[in-house]
């Protein structure tokens, strides 16, 4: 019954800004807390594999692909069940359709849940 609701995408020129943000809903992870599930942000791009871009511990430790070191900044708001990406400098090969989910990727009836994710689009 958990759900994923991603927000805040849209199109913006080489060198702009956009911040994510992602609704998790249902009570818990089979029980676990939100508070304690690693959470990530993963993209897929036209014609390419679905990637890991950042990802962020119960902790709070980090760690983001070589890609968006330095350009992107992921959050997390224990208290609202959010997390969030801070995208900035951003590159025509950020365009993606972006997703917010656990590490490693939730399960539900069977089978890998993902939310319907957020367009981020780049123009040159």
């Known amino acids: 019954q958990v759900q994923l609701v991603e927000s805040g995408g849209g199109l913006v020129q080489a060198g702009g800004t956009l911040r994510l943000s992602c609704a998790v809903s249902?009570?818990?992870?089979?029980?676990?807390?939100?508070?304690?599930?690693?959470m990530a942000w993963y993209r897929q791009a036209p014609g390419k594999q679905r990637d890991l871009v950042a990802s962020?511990?119960?902790?709070?430790?980090?760690n983001y692909a070589d890609s968006v070191k330095a350009r992107f900044t992921i959050s997390r708001d224990n208290a609202k069940n959010t997390v969030s990406l801070q995208m900035n400098n951003l590159k025509p090969e950020d365009t993606a359709v972006y997703y917010c989910?656990?590490?490693?990727?939730?399960?539900?009836?069977?089978?890998?849940?993902w939310g319907q994710g957020t367009q981020v689009t780049v123009s040159s």
């Open positions: 989910n656990t590490v490693p990727v939730w399960v539900q009836s069977g089978r890998f849940h």
């Open positions: 249902g009570i818990a992870f089979s029980g676990i807390a939100f508070r304690l599930k690693t």
């Open positions: 962020i511990t119960s902790a709070r430790t980090t």
